[in-house]
């Protein structure tokens, strides 16, 4: 009877810590915590009510209301690189993930900073649902600084109101 007693003790550290590990594993890096916020609110206090209390976005300002889309993605390819960029953004319920890859200045960033490198180009870009395929990739290139002379970009939007697009051009 004693020696069982000193036998369960290191089978019950075992199992709780391949538990831990399990359960650290599952855990994303892509999550934005910091505030997606509204360029229109210009007043400090205003800022403090977007964040949730447990970091990421409060439920309010997910679905598609500061930019106009809950989803974004990305690649541009060219003739000397394919998926020379890569960018990811999608709001889910009160949670925002965010990729970005420029693989051509050999930038790979995920969650907080990737948010702080796309945030800037969607301020600068005003996406509608009824813009042409030119216009939408006019205006996306122009707001990463794409360089000239892709071979191809593809550009996939989930607007606001759920609306799916998809843009594609080859050669520029």
């Known amino acids: ?9 290191p089978l ?17 890096n892509e999550e934005v915590t910091e505030p997606v916020q509204n360029e229109e609110s210009t007043d400090p206090s205003d800022t403090n009510a977007d964040a949730a209390t447990s970091g990421g976005v409060d439920s309010q300002e997910v679905g598609g209301g500061t ?8 690649t541009v390819d060219y003739p000397d690189q394919d998926e020379a960029y890569a960018v990811s953004y999608e709001e889910i319920r009160e949670k925002v993930e965010a990729t970005y890859t420029n693989k051509i200045d050999n930038v790979e960033l995920s969650g907080n900073e990737a948010w702080d490198e796309i945030e800037p180009a969607f301020t600068n870009m005003e996406l509608q649902p009824d813009m042409s395929d030119e216009d939408v990739i ?5 707001a990463f600084g794409l360089k000239e002379g892709y ?17 594609q051009a080859s050669g520029n």
């Open 1 to 9: 009877m004693r020696l069982m007693r000193y036998r369960k003790y």
């Open 138 to 142: 006019s205006q996306v290139a122009e």
């Open 12 to 28: 019950l550290t075992v199992l709780f810590l391949s538990s831990t590990i399990m359960l650290a594993a599952c855990g994303s």
């Open 151 to 167: 071979s191809n970009i593809e550009i996939e939007v989930q607007y606001q109101g759920g609306e799916d697009k998809e843009y």
């Open 67 to 74: 930019f106009g889309f809950t989803e974004f993605e990305m």
